[in-house]
């Protein structure tokens, strides 16, 4: 049961991602996060990059009200790796950041 609501997940950002990739000015949002909030903590949790920058005030401030048990359920979906996103960095961010969320353990 719990592999197939991570599939329904997974299917459901992807087809939401795509569908809506030109309203993302219109407030769009993955788990609390504005697609372009994600966009700019990207770098910050890129795979393969050693050492990691920082995550930027942008990023920070895109996380602020970030749904950490949604982003928990797609912390090992297959759609991190796509975005070239390392899943264990991205965790980390809301630490990095110093925000309330920092407390919260998937």
Same mark, same amino acid.
């Given at each position: 049961m719990e592999s197939y609501t991570k599939l329904v997940i997974v299917a459901l950002v992807l087809v939401a991602t795509i569908v809506t990739e030109p309203m993302t000015t219109n407030g769009f949002s993955i788990c609390g996060v504005t697609t372009d909030g994600?966009? #700019?903590?990207? $770098? &910050?949790?890129?795979?393969?990059v050693?050492?990691?920058?920082? $995550? #930027?005030?942008?990023? @920070? &401030? &895109?996380? /602020?009200?970030?749904?950490?048990? @949604?982003? @928990?359920?797609?912390?090992?979906s297959s759609l991190l790796p796509i975005y070239e996103?390392? $899943? /264990?960095?991205?965790?980390?961010?809301?630490?990095? @950041?110093?925000?309330?969320?920092? /407390?919260?353990?998937?």
């Open positions: 994600l966009k #700019t903590c990207q $770098p &910050a949790v890129a795979k393969g050693d050492p990691l920058p920082l $995550p #930027t005030p942008e990023c @920070c &401030a &895109a996380l /602020t009200k970030a749904d950490m048990p @949604c982003l @928990c359920k797609l912390k090992d996103i390392d $899943p /264990t960095h991205a965790m980390e961010l809301p630490a990095k @950041c110093k925000l309330p969320q920092a /407390t919260y353990h998937c």
